[in-house]
């Protein structure tokens, strides 16, 4: 038997390659989709493509497209995005959603919005590695240029807002072709 017969009799036999897309992956590093507001969050989509499919995250979905960022989260990144549910919106105070929809609370809700992204694809693992060797604490700023930290409580990941307010990641790790998710319990809110 030839090397390049013994190679793919190999290859057929473990199941090790896929067919994905333009090229191979192992199935070691293929997963399923993390599903997020009862919709699968697909590693090859981009950010904006798969939040709009989850029913937990209509409103921030109307807020990122009130504030123009669509173009922005739909570009290479790559970004790390806390996102906050609908039930993370609704624990605000009652008005204050509906007032940063309003057109002349673009720059407000800009602000607050980039807050929660950071420059970079910082994966749950990356997180935790940067607490542990910052001394339990990892300062990190975000694309509106203002500082979050991320700290453990037990084994979850809390990020920390200026207001010292803090969000649980409830769902980590959840792929985007440019960048990853991770989805918060609460708000966070920058010093305005």
Same mark, same amino acid.
């Given at each position: 038997?030839?090397?390049?017969?013994?190679?793919?009799?190999?290859?057929?036999? #473990?199941?090790? /390659?896929?067919?994905?897309?333009?090229?191979?992956?192992?199935?070691?590093?293929?997963?399923?989709?993390?599903?997020?507001?009862?919709?699968?969050?697909?590693?090859?989509?981009?950010?904006?493509?798969? !939040?709009?499919?989850? !029913?937990?995250?209509?409103?921030?979905?109307?807020?990122?497209?009130?504030?123009?960022?669509?173009?922005?989260?739909?570009?290479?990144?790559?970004?790390?995005?806390?996102?906050?549910?609908?039930?993370?919106?609704?624990? /605000?105070?009652?008005?204050?959603?509906?007032?940063?929809?309003?057109?002349?609370?673009?720059?407000?809700?800009?602000?607050? /919005? #980039?807050?929660?992204?950071?420059?970079?694809?910082? #994966?749950?693992?990356?997180?935790?590695?940067?607490?542990?060797?910052?001394?339990?604490?990892?300062?990190? #700023?975000?694309? !509106?240029?203002?500082?979050?930290?991320?700290?453990?409580?037990?084994?979850?990941?809390?990020?920390?807002?200026?207001?010292?307010?803090?969000?649980?990641?409830?769902?980590?790790?959840? /792929?985007?072709?440019?960048?990853?998710?991770?989805?918060?319990?609460?708000?966070?809110?920058?010093?305005?």
């Amino acid at each position: 038997m030839t090397m390049t017969k013994k190679l793919f009799s190999a290859l057929a036999l #473990t199941g090790a /390659l896929v067919l994905s897309g333009p090229g191979y992956i192992s199935t070691a590093a293929a997963q399923a989709p993390v599903t997020v507001g009862g919709a699968p969050m697909f590693a090859d989509k981009n950010i904006v493509e798969n !939040a709009v499919n989850s !029913a937990d995250h209509t409103t921030l979905v109307a807020a990122v497209q009130a504030a123009d960022l669509v173009e922005t989260l739909q570009s290479p990144g790559p970004f790390t995005v806390f996102a906050p549910t609908n039930a993370a919106f609704d624990k /605000l105070p009652d008005g204050t959603v509906a007032s940063l929809l309003e057109p002349d609370m673009k720059d407000a809700l800009t602000t607050v /919005l #980039t807050y929660h992204v950071v420059p970079g694809r910082l #994966t749950a693992q990356d997180l935790m590695n940067q607490i542990r060797s910052n001394g339990g604490a990892y300062t990190m #700023t975000t694309a !509106a240029g203002k500082p979050i930290t991320a700290r453990m409580n037990d084994n979850r990941i809390v990020i920390i807002d200026e207001s010292n307010g803090g969000a649980t990641v409830t769902i980590g790790d959840v /792929l985007q072709s440019n960048g990853v998710i991770h989805v918060v319990d609460s708000v966070l809110l920058p010093r305005m």
